[in-house]
């Protein structure tokens, strides 16, 4: 069985319209040269042994401007949100203000908000897995009324339909903020959902009401949102920043 080729990684620069462009160049036992463009926006390119850097030269220069598109994709992504801690001195959010997690004793177990602190009390000392728990069912506790508000707040821009005004209810979701079913006119919302700003909840309300009209995520969709909610974009995006 013959022996692979592959020489030692080697980085090369050239200009492109006045700007540099830098990738590392590896030779491989292969027909085809093969282009890669990372997540961080380093540029890999396999190239078949025997050819000279040269050749491969030409070759990213032809594809340029696909480089520079998936770089410039990958620059555009937002950032990942920080994830969260349940330690004393950890930051949590509720309706989009930042609080400090501090612990104390007591005879029942209580969440409170003062002044700056979200402060989790109970009888004995509590675990990073015990806080997080406490912590969820307490939003859980508290979206019931504050959707209830959000509904108030957001229905009265579905008039015009003359729909069925829905019923909500408080879903825990792994991987979605809400859901809703038209035949039903029954919303689910996560209770994550009061750790954001009330704006970003009323994006994520008003998306569900929408699709009492239109069930899919078809332009007609969006251009409804659009016109119910012109800022919806900025809400979802201040939503998505939130620390997972």
């Known amino acids: 069985?013959?022996?692979?080729?592959?020489?030692?990684?080697?980085?090369?620069?050239?200009?492109?319209?006045?700007?540099?462009?830098?990738?590392?160049?590896?030779?491989?036992?292969?027909?085809?040269?093969?282009?890669?463009?990372?997540?961080?926006?380093?540029?890999?390119?396999?190239?078949?042994?025997?050819?000279?850097?040269?050749?491969?030269?030409?070759?990213?220069?032809?594809?340029?401007?696909?480089?520079?598109?998936?770089?410039?994709?990958?620059?555009?992504?937002?950032?990942?949100?920080?994830?969260?801690?349940?330690?004393?001195?950890?930051?949590?959010?509720?309706?989009?203000?930042?609080?400090?997690?501090?612990?104390?004793?007591?005879?029942?177990?209580?969440?409170?908000?003062?002044?700056?602190?979200?402060?989790?009390?109970?009888?004995?000392?509590l675990a990073p897995v015990q806080a997080e728990a406490l912590l969820h069912a307490w939003y859980a506790h508290q979206a019931r009324a504050l959707f209830a508000e959000s509904l108030a707040r957001v229905w009265p821009r579905f008039t015009e339909f003359n729909l069925t005004r829905p019923t909500l209810a408080v879903r825990q979701m792994r991987t979605r903020w809400g859901s809703c079913t038209p035949s039903t006119a029954r919303i689910r919302l996560s209770p994550e959902l009061v750790r954001a700003r009330p704006e970003c909840l009323d994006y994520v309300l008003l998306h569900e009401c929408c699709h009492l009209l239109v069930g899919d995520h078809s332009q007609a969709f969006y251009d409804l949102q659009t016109r119910l909610m012109p800022d919806w974009e900025q809400w979802k995006a201040a939503l998505n920043a939130l620390p997972k």
């Not at 620069?13 to 926006?41: E, H, K, M, W």
């Not at 491969?56 to 340029?64: C, E, R």
């Not at 209580?110 to 402060?119: F, G, K, R, Y």
């Open 1 to 125: 069985m013959p022996r692979s080729f592959s020489a030692a990684p080697r980085r090369e620069t050239l200009a492109y319209q006045n700007q540099s462009l830098s990738y590392t160049l590896v030779f491989r036992s292969r027909r085809t040269i093969g282009f890669a463009v990372r997540p961080d926006g380093s540029v890999h390119i396999s190239a078949p042994a025997g050819t000279s850097a040269e050749w491969v030269a030409q070759q990213v220069l032809k594809k340029a401007d696909w480089i520079l598109k998936h770089q410039q994709a990958f620059a555009n992504r937002p950032a990942p949100a920080p994830s969260r801690h349940f330690e004393a001195g950890s930051t949590h959010h509720y309706q989009g203000q930042p609080y400090q997690l501090r612990f104390a004793a007591a005879r029942q177990p209580a969440v409170t908000i003062e002044a700056a602190e979200l402060v989790l009390a109970t009888p004995a000392p």
